[in-house]
């Protein structure tokens, strides 16, 4: 005969009318013949079946309103989900339920207390009351296969109270079930979960997850093949995902490991819930109700999974209690007396520690047990402490347990390794530290306030590629968007090749869009419009700076100086800079040394490929010939697209201001045409390069001839272009002189060795390099010891959304490498 499977579903899953369809049409979709449900009540009634207790201990207690409502809601999901006769028979038997609930508070509010017994009796009900509800909906749905079969749990369930909690007595409860279900039974059981009876008849619950409890129970008096516990989550968690955002479902776990985690405060599943199950080597799965697709956790004796840890939780807060002095070193006994005087004062003790030199002693108790605790110690060991064998008893207050957790740890190299690197790398301080010999758990104290910052680090260790980066791209204008898209495509593919790149932040210069995980790429300027916040720039570095993940970059595509102002800080605390905007690599001296030296200091990098020649490789290359050792005589260019295109096109047959125009129409200048024709962006350029070359230059020490005339630097844009005809003459004179003698006119910055640095209108022989471009081209000539008598070109497209972006994501990519990464 087919064997069972037993379905626990949690207060969640049948919160409401929606919930209650939801677990049918699970339980309906399965194709086992035999198969038990157990339910919780619905969400949040147990609790208020205690509130109602609480209240009627109170004076001039009122409760029959607060009846009433818990009446009203399960009426109410009854006529929604059965027939009107079956919701009749429903009621009245809520109806009785809820007189007897009201007489017992009646007692409750008389006597002013209330009796373990009875607040058992009456919180027990809303199992009662869910389960009635879901066998006559599941019989009335008629997809089942079978019966239809409602099962009290008081009826079968008898157990015995002990210091231990509920021990079930197995001979009796497998004879009460054997006596209510048919032999050859299929169908569906609807079980009461939670509630029980004791040895003397009277009924009791199984504690807070008793539920679960329930479930693993039933499993092994019905011999079941699997147990599924369903709840609102898709399994068993890595980490808590409050404080954790990337953590991850864990396939598989065995039973130890399950218990460990959930001994460490993770909500896995209780151990108690369990010991049924792993006596009689049954699987238990974790699933969510509201994803029953996804494949959730197995917890069994023999997990196929390949991680070496399953799991990294916390226990918070605590106390550190420790022990110190000469006179406990050799003598025996001294712990016996310690766990004992703790053991007399019901001190629970979490974790202890003790070093070979037995010179101290130090454990970790629940915070708030932390007084009685050094009155107990103080007690047992009065005498030394007065003698002065024993010198101090230390408590320490706000303390985090962190516990890395999995089965696979066990003979593993490097896993100790790694968590305490994770830990120093977060400059995060270890109090204390115990690991067994099974090798299954490594704990560690820390201070509490790093408790949240200590579980992420370590997480991030085990669970995130090492080259995990968290982006934030400020400026998603012309470049920054045509950047998004670019890493947008290449996000999968590079995620393939072991890099994961998380854009966490965009922000304009009003508003930014901050994600927790990673932003949809695909939408990204609608939810920046819809969802995005005020700007606010430290804010969005605090951001984007997550404990939790390994790398942090920011990517400035802004032309402002104001926040290239923010790099020297960035640098500092960690963070790497990518960007393609000239204003800190070419403002103050002082402030490029200070942003040289902070990210030297910090071990942070500072990329700005894309500031000089977009995609083109100068910068690199500069610095190539200088590793290698060759000295760099001078380095002349074309450094502007916009005045490359100007005098490639300018023949004399029309005006230069005519060119201008056209230019801004087509989109080859600045909104202002002003913002080329100055120079002020070649200058800043040369700057650039000038102190890649080792020059201490500033920009007062560039001789620019700009081309715009003194008299038409104020005024808009527009009238710039209506006043410029009036030079164009000077342009064509300068161009006819020029061909005269065989040159022609280029655009062109220089800087030498000397620190000479100019940039202007130069003639060249028509055979130059410089004269012979497509319309738009940049092109950088150096001149060295090893490239002297025929110097390195480099040319190729230095302006345009498109190539800008890529040499930004060439910076990007480039940073990763410095990381460790290995596309």
């Known amino acids: 005969m087919d064997k069972w499977i037993v379905h626990k579903f949690g207060g969640s899953s049948v919160a409401d009318a929606a919930c209650f369809r939801r677990v049918a049409e699970i339980v309906e979709s399965s194709p086992n013949p035999r198969e038990a449900v157990v339910l919780s009540a619905c969400r949040g009634v147990t609790d208020a079946l205690l509130g109602l207790v609480a209240l009627a201990e109170k004076p001039d207690a009122y409760f029959p309103s607060a009846i009433e409502a818990l009446k009203k809601r399960h009426v109410e999901l009854a006529r929604s989900l059965i027939s009107r006769e079956a919701c009749a028979t429903y009621s009245e038997q809520l109806e009785r339920d809820c007189r007897d609930i009201a007489g017992m508070l009646q007692t409750v509010r008389l006597i002013r207390s209330s009796t373990y017994s009875m607040r058992d009796v009456i919180s027990g009900y809303g199992e009662i009351w869910s389960t009635r509800l879901f066998a006559p909906y599941l019989r009335e749905r008629g997809r089942i296969q079978g019966d239809v079969l409602w099962i009290d749990a008081r009826e079968v369930v008898i157990v015995e109270w002990g210091s231990l909690g509920p021990a079930v007595q197995w001979a009796a409860s497998e004879a009460n079930l054997q006596r209510l279900v048919p032999p050859g039974f299929t169908g569906r059981l609807i079980v009461t979960g939670f509630v029980a009876t004791t040895i003397k008849g009277i009924q009791t619950t199984l504690g807070r997850n008793g539920s679960d409890f329930s479930g693993s129970i039933f499993g092994a008096l019905l011999g079941a093949a699997e147990i599924i516990i369903w709840t609102d989550v898709d399994g068993v968690l890595s980490a808590d995902p409050r404080l954790v955002p990337n953590a991850q479902v864990i396939d598989q776990l065995s039973y130890n490991e399950a218990m460990e985690l959930a001994y460490f405060g993770a909500k896995v599943i209780h151990p108690q819930t369990m010991e049924p199950a792993v006596a009689r080597d049954i699987p238990i799965y974790i699933r ?309 030296e902070a990210g030297r200091a910090a071990g942070t990098h500072y990329l700005y490929e894309a500031t000089v020649g977009a995609g083109l490789p100068i910068i690199q290359t500069l610095r190539d010939l200088r590793e290698t050792g060759d000295e760099i005589a001078s380095i002349e260019g074309i450094f502007s697209g916009t005045l490359a295109y100007l005098f490639n096109v300018y023949d004399g047959t029309q005006p230069f201001s005519a060119i201008v125009r056209d230019a801004k129409q087509r989109g080859y200048t600045e909104p202002d045409p002003r913002d080329d024709l100055s120079g002020s962006d070649v200058a800043r350029k040369l700057i650039i390069l000038g102190r890649e070359m080792g020059l201490g230059l500033e920009l007062r020490d560039v001789r620019v001839e700009s081309l715009v005339p003194d008299d038409l630097t104020k005024g808009s844009s527009e009238e710039f272009l209506e006043q410029l005809p009036r030079y164009d003459a000077q342009v064509a004179r300068r161009y006819t002189e020029a061909k005269v003698r065989g040159q022609v006119l280029r655009y062109v910055g220089r800087v030498n060795a000397k620190g000479e640095a100019t940039v202007g209108l130069f003639e060249f022989e028509a055979k130059h390099a410089f004269a012979n471009l497509a319309l738009t081209d940049n092109v950088v000539r150096y001149v060295t010891s090893s490239y002297c008598d025929n110097p390195l070109i480099i040319q190729g497209p230095g302006a345009g959304p498109a190539v800008t972006a890529g040499g930004v994501f060439a910076d990007l990519l480039r940073l990763t490498t410095f990381l460790g990464a290995r596309l």
């Open 288 to 596: 969510n109700t509201f994803a029953p697709q996804k494949r959730g956790t197995l917890i069994c004796a023999n997990p196929q999974s390949a991680l070496k840890v399953k799991g990294i939780t916390t226990i918070d807060p605590v106390a550190l209690v420790n022990l110190e002095g000469a006179g406990m070193i050799g003598v025996p006994g001294t712990a016996h007396r310690l766990f004992g005087a703790l053991r007399d004062s019901g001190i629970s003790v979490i974790l202890i520690s003790q070093g070979s030199s037995e010179h101290s002693i130090c454990f970790a108790i629940p915070e708030a047990q932390a007084v009685r605790a050094e009155d107990a110690v103080r007690r047992a060991f009065d005498a030394e402490l007065r003698d002065g064998q024993i010198q101090h008893v230390d408590v320490g207050l706000g303390m985090s347990i962190l516990a890395v957790v999995g089965d696979g740890m066990a003979g593993a190299h490097g896993v100790a390794a790694k968590v305490f690197n994770s830990l120093g790398d977060a400059a995060i301080s270890v109090r204390a530290i115990a690991q067994g010999a099974s090798e299954r758990n490594i704990s560690v104290v820390v201070d509490g306030k790093v408790g949240a910052k200590a579980l992420r680090a370590v997480h991030a260790a085990f669970y995130l590629s090492p080259n995990t980066l968290s982006i934030g791209l400020i400026g998603p204008g012309t470049v920054g968007r045509v950047l998004l898209a670019q890493i947008e495509t290449q996000i999968e593919r590079l995620r393939a090749r072991n890099l994961d790149l998380r854009v966490r932040g965009i922000a304009s210069s009003k508003r930014m869009l901050l994600e927790e995980t990673a932003i949809d790429l695909d939408h990204w300027a609608e939810r920046l419009a819809q969802a995005g916040e005020p700007m606010d720039l430290a804010k969005f570095a605090d951001h984007v700076q997550a404990d939790y993940i390994p790398h942090t970059v920011i990517i400035d595509c802004t032309a402002s100086a104001d926040v290239g102002i923010s790099y020297v800080t960035w640098l500092t605390r960690g963070i790497h800079i990518v960007t393609p905007n000239k204003k800190a690599n070419s403002g103050t001296l002082p402030y490029y040394r200070e942003l040289r």
